[in-house]
């Protein structure tokens, strides 16, 4: 999916550039339940990418003028599918065959050049080869412990380059441990059922949970990988994949997990500068479990800022700075909220050009909650397109 700007000259209406509303619902809030009659997994359609309005009319295009298209997406671990997780879901589209043939094809309608996936299990069974069948190499971090899931990231081999990965396990925290950076805030009211369900008792087994070194031994992972674009440039571009913990009452151990993936960030930016004596831009995505404005948001974009403890590196998150966050990323009965972001690093010579479009809360193939037949997951992807805008590599 790398190539001209051009390339993708389909342009839309005017009243489909209004991508959302700017503002976010309430945190935690319900959708009305609705049963769904349709007995199969439907026909995905296509996914809409449709251009910003600042896209046609600028000429910042620099040398290069050359796009690659990023999605992000928790496709909900098959390990967390039980009937008792999803009650509102049609037990039909909870099964593996179904969901993983669902799932598949969805990644392959982005067309992307790069994907950053949470929730990924199966993987040395089923999705590692199929998307190789479909053009795509991978990486790939299980979870810590007994966790079946991870995250991953798939690349298009004739779009980029890896030429550096590195490994994030938030389990470091605890030998990292400093008792001044311990933070026992009032919960934010924000969690993925699966999750919830899944790993409620987890918390008690493995000792006092107010001893704040087992508060961080969460087994939560992340990825990060450079990639040289194959653009007339070779530009690198930085990708970090993660999936923050999910306990809405453990606010503390997201926070700790945020800032140690931001240093981590920060120092693999310098050695991928000095490496290859560029400027790489980064991207960060994932699913952080934490909603527009609470605490683990706010640090992430707080560079910059007065704030006290801000985070090592300027971002602003895509959406954001774009028309304003999505309604929603996570959509069940029992809580709606945007949970999974991309974030941009302010000095990186990248440009979005487009935003995948996501549904409303009165979209019709929404109602009653996810995962159904329309939407194999109980996340909804996220993406765009992006232009290089710089000559230098």
């Avoid at 039980?82 to 982005?110: G, I, N, Q, Y």
């Avoid at 079946?148 to 994030?168: A, T």
């Avoid at 999750?195 to 409620?200: D, G, Q, R, Y």
């Avoid at 031994?217 to 070779?234: M, Q």
Wanted: glycine content about 6%; some cysteine; aromatic content about 8%.
């Amino acid at each position: 999916m790398l190539k001209l700007q051009t390339a993708r000259a389909a342009s839309l209406p005017l009243s489909l550039l209004l991508l959302r509303p700017i503002s976010s619902p309430p945190c935690g809030s319900r959708l009305a339940f609705v049963p769904i009659c349709k007995r199969r997994m439907s026909t995905q359609a296509q996914p809409k990418f449709a251009p910003l309005p600042t896209a046609q009319s600028e000429s910042d295009a620099g040398a290069s003028g050359y796009q690659f298209r990023l999605v992000s997406y928790n496709i909900l671990a098959q390990v967390y599918v039980k009937s008792s997780s999803f009650p509102h879901s049609p037990s039909a589209c909870l099964k593996w065959k179904a969901r993983s043939k669902a799932v598949l094809t969805e990644l392959k309608s982005f067309d992307a050049d790069l994907m950053c996936i949470q929730e990924l299990d199966e993987y040395d069974t089923f999705y590692m080869k199929n998307m190789e069948n479909s053009g795509y190499s991978s990486i790939y971090i299980q979870r810590s412990g007994d966790k079946r899931d991870g995250c991953g990231i798939f690349y298009k081999p004739k779009s980029m380059e890896l030429v550096q990965k590195e490994v994030i396990h938030y389990n470091d925290l605890v030998g990292k441990y400093v008792h001044a950076d311990h933070v026992n805030d009032a919960p934010s009211n924000n969690s993925s059922p699966a999750e919830e369900s899944s790993t409620k008792t987890d918390n008690n087994k493995r000792g006092d949970t107010n001893d704040p070194r087992v508060r961080l031994k969460r087994d939560c992972v992340g990825l990060l990988a450079a990639f040289k674009l194959n653009d007339p440039c070779d530009h690198i571009l930085i990708t970090a994949n993660t999936h923050i913990y999910w306990d809405p009452e453990w606010i503390d151990v997201k926070l700790a997990q945020a800032k140690y993936l931001l240093s981590r960030v920060s120092q693999f930016e310098k050695l991928i500068s000095n490496k290859f004596n560029c400027k790489p831009s980064v991207i960060i995505a994932g699913d952080f479990n934490s909603t527009p404005g609470d605490k683990v948001y706010n640090y992430l974009v707080s560079a910059g800022s007065e704030c006290t403890g801000e985070a090592p590196m300027k971002l602003r998150s895509l959406y954001a700075a774009n028309g304003g966050e999505p309604e929603f990323t996570n959509c069940t009965p029992g809580f709606t909220g945007t949970l999974d972001y991309i974030f941009l690093s302010d000095n990186s010579s990248i440009k979005p050009t487009s935003l995948l479009r996501l549904p409303r809360g009165d979209s019709a193939d929404v109602q009653g909650g996810l995962p159904n037949f329309h939407h194999p997951s109980d996340h909804l992807p996220i993406g765009a397109d992006f232009q290089v805008l710089s000559s230098e590599g």
